[in-house]
């Protein structure tokens, strides 16, 4: 899917490349052409992942794009970089030493305080709420880990 000199190749090259670009096609066609073919198939991807997963044991928790406030690994992350910049020296050998420590530090109820929050955050936008009304109804309604129905239906 890269040229020789590593840039991506785009839509039009990869049908090309598979003789199914249409002279004339418009990007929204070639996205679902390419959307059709076995290996670009996200519903296949997904099944695959979570078969994979089941197999293991695991759960996938498939979250939008660009929504850090979605995926509580942010939190996670936040946690861990709060911990190794509060009590670690920045030397490379002691970075090395106290990342995995910081990593591993997270307490249970932290991470499930963090995913809960999400779940917060990810409930108004399912239902069609702007980011601003998003924002005031998470911050609003944190009793119980839901916000009232009528409040949203109120806000739509």
């Not at 106290?98 to 963090?114: C, G, K, Q, T």
């Amino acid at each position: 899917m890269q040229t020789e000199d590593g840039k991506q190749n785009g839509l039009k090259t990869i049908l090309e490349e598979r003789g199914l670009w249409v002279i004339g096609m418009k990007r929204e066609e070639a996205l679902e052409v390419l959307l059709s073919e076995e290996d670009f198939n996200p519903e296949k991807l997904t099944s695959i992942l979570d078969e994979t997963a089941k197999s293991l044991g695991a759960w996938i928790d498939f979250v939008p794009k660009f929504h850090p406030e979605f995926n509580f690994i942010e939190m996670y992350w936040g946690y861990a970089k709060r911990k190794v910049r509060n009590e670690c020296d920045y030397q490379w050998e002691s970075l090395l030493e106290y990342v995995p420590v910081a990593l591993d530090s997270a307490p249970i109820l932290f991470m499930r305080r963090a995913y809960t929050k999400c779940c917060r955050y990810i409930e108004p936008h399912r239902v069609g709420l702007n980011p601003e009304q998003a924002e005031f109804a998470t911050k609003k309604y944190k009793s119980h880990g839901s916000i009232p129905a009528e409040y949203l239906q109120e806000l739509k």
